[in-house]
């Protein structure tokens, strides 16, 4: 990671291990890096994800200086008030193609954590075929599991063919899953609904990777006696060494945007 031109002033804030990562690439790039304490010097901020948005952030974010910018997710509804420039950096492509890697290791490890029969020469569906679900399909299939694709999109489901995948239309999951008893979502929408966990296989495993709420009926699988696992956040969990250099990266980027732009 290259060191920055100029020093920038950095505070760091959240105690995770994703954010001690970010925080010592950072620090090692040039940066001055600080905790809460370093607020009001702060050029940026970097903020933990997911962020439990209350009256005691609000009133820490107030002591920042103008001009400097706020980096974390989403911003909540108050953060408006602020008056300062918000990034969202989960939102920019380089950081989720990064991403994508330990999101898809760690699905692999649920599923052979949980699972009481090899992945080599299964059969296994993935729900949705952006950047998280490719990078899943292609983890399966070098370990020799038979996997199909859902996908909406015919572009999505003849890159997947490409890849050797086999694959089937969105619309067509519930006609499809009886054939498996593995699935893995990746859309952020109720597309595991009862109907499609009454057609999988009994006692089937559902590793969910979309962001909470996830994209299954939760309690109809619990009904229907399957195994849904909510594993949204993976790479902070699995690998936050890895992550937090993906996030040091991307945090980066955006300040030499900020330089070239200036």
């Not at 702060?42 to 706020?70: C, E, M, N, T």
Request: glycine share 12%; aromatic share 4%; charged share 15%.
């Amino acid at each position: 990671m290259p060191e920055m031109e100029q020093k920038i002033d950095i505070a760091v804030l959240g105690e995770d291990r994703r954010q001690a990562a970010a925080a010592r690439a950072l620090a090692a790039a040039g940066c001055r890096v600080g905790g809460a304490g370093a607020v009001p010097a702060a050029d940026y901020i970097l903020l933990p994800v997911p962020l439990a948005w209350d009256g005691a952030w609000a009133a820490l974010l107030q002591r920042a200086k103008p001009g400097a910018v706020l980096l974390g997710g989403r911003a909540p509804a108050g953060a408006a008030a602020l008056g300062r420039r918000w990034v969202d950096c989960f939102a920019r492509e380089a950081l989720a193609v990064r991403n994508a890697v330990p999101t898809a290791e760690g699905c692999v490890g649920i599923l052979l954590a949980r699972r009481s029969r090899t992945l080599w020469g299964a059969p296994v569906l993935v729900a949705g075929y952006g950047r998280v679900g490719q990078a899943v399909a292609q983890r399966l299939g070098a370990l020799g599991a038979r996997v199909t694709v859902a996908a909406r999109r015919p572009a999505q489901r003849a890159l997947a063919e490409s890849c050797g995948a086999a694959s089937v239309p969105l619309d067509g999951l519930a006609a499809a899953a009886p054939g498996f008893d593995a699935v893995v979502n990746t859309i952020p929408a109720p597309v595991l609904g009862a109907p499609v966990l009454a057609a999988l296989r009994p006692h089937s495993l559902i590793v969910d990777l979309a962001s909470a709420p996830g994209g299954t009926d939760f309690t109809a699988a619990a009904a229907l006696g399957h195994t849904a696992v909510l594993a949204s956040g993976l790479p902070a969990r699995c690998a936050p060494d890895s992550a937090g250099a993906y996030l040091a990266e991307t945090v980066l980027d955006i300040i030499r945007e900020g330089e070239a732009a200036g």
